[in-house]
């Protein structure tokens, strides 16, 4: 039973990381690259790159993403994530098979910030489901961690500064315009992200006070398939002994949790709130 949620949980992971790169490449290639946003990481070189030389920022990518993959394996080894591998190699291919069958001459309308909008939003979709899943999309993410293997520098700080530097890169390349707007996409990126994995990660935690915890744990193993935890309790006023029902569930299993005990136990009284990080059995593990 437990191999066999294991081999479902390790499915789940690959179909997330294989629609969360689908994600971030349809917002590079259909709205990034037209309209010649930078906001740092190997896209954001790809475009500037492309734009000196005749080439495309998908072939660029491609080339760029081999090499840091060759490299992280290299000097990691087996510290090398094979998820991370595989989310870099997808994307890359999916860009450079893009180009060959539908090109881009240009922006898809004359609305450059609604264009952004889905340039950063996107890929910080994408990005989320992938770091969610623990991948990434590779790139620069593979030089933080070489970085990390070798240095106690600050790695989110120098990814940040080399993200801003690929974006000033953008003003010179493309005008204050398109730079200003590519400054604009990494500050909001970096925000989007964070938003993204929080809200994908929301559980509902519930703590359960009933005269009536058999009938509840009873729904929670059966119905939900959550486990649960009993403590005993004491009212303060009465000093009358309580049922404490402690259990953890998603926001869909919350609604159908939280009808089932006012209409089991109308008296009861419950404590809901929202939480983020659950780690063990059913959830994520420690590692």
């Known amino acids: 039973m437990q191999r066999k949620t294991i081999r479902q949980q390790t499915v ?147 990814l940040m500064i080399s993200d801003c530097v690929i974006t000033l890169m953008a003003c010179v390349a493309f005008g204050m315009t398109t730079g200003l707007y590519s400054i604009l996409g990494l500050v909001v990126k970096s925000l989007l992200v964070d938003m993204v994995m929080e809200n994908i990660n929301t559980h509902k935690c519930f703590h359960i006070i009933t005269t009536h915890p058999d009938i509840v744990e009873q729904y929670i193993t059966s119905s939900l398939h959550r486990g649960a935890t009993r403590l005993h309790g004491e009212g303060v006023y009465t000093h009358e002994g309580r049922e404490v029902l402690l259990t953890v569930v998603n926001r869909k299993q919350a609604i159908m949790l939280r009808r089932f005990v006012k209409a089991t136990d109308p008296t009861s009284f419950l404590i809901i709130t929202n939480t983020g990080e659950i780690i063990g059995k059913g959830f994520r593990g420690l590692n």
């Open 12 to 158: 789940h992971d690959w179909l997330m990381m294989t629609f969360g790169t689908l994600i971030m490449v349809i917002g590079i290639y259909f709205f990034k690259y037209p309209n010649n946003f930078s906001t740092g990481g190997v896209s954001g070189i790809s475009v500037i790159w492309a734009h000196y030389a005749p080439v495309t920022p998908g072939t660029v990518g491609l080339i760029i993403n081999a090499v840091l993959l060759v490299i992280g394996y290299l000097v990691l080894g087996k510290g090398f994530g094979i998820r991370t591998a595989y989310a870099s190699l997808l994307q890359s291919v999916l860009i450079y098979v893009l180009e060959k069958v539908l090109p881009m001459s240009g922006p898809m309308t004359d609305q450059p910030f609604l264009e952004l909008i889905f340039a950063v939003s996107l890929p910080a979709i994408g990005s989320a489901i992938l770091f969610n899943a623990d991948a990434s999309s590779g790139g620069t993410d593979i030089v933080a961690m070489i970085m990390r293997k070798y240095s106690s520098l600050d790695i989110g700080r120098a």
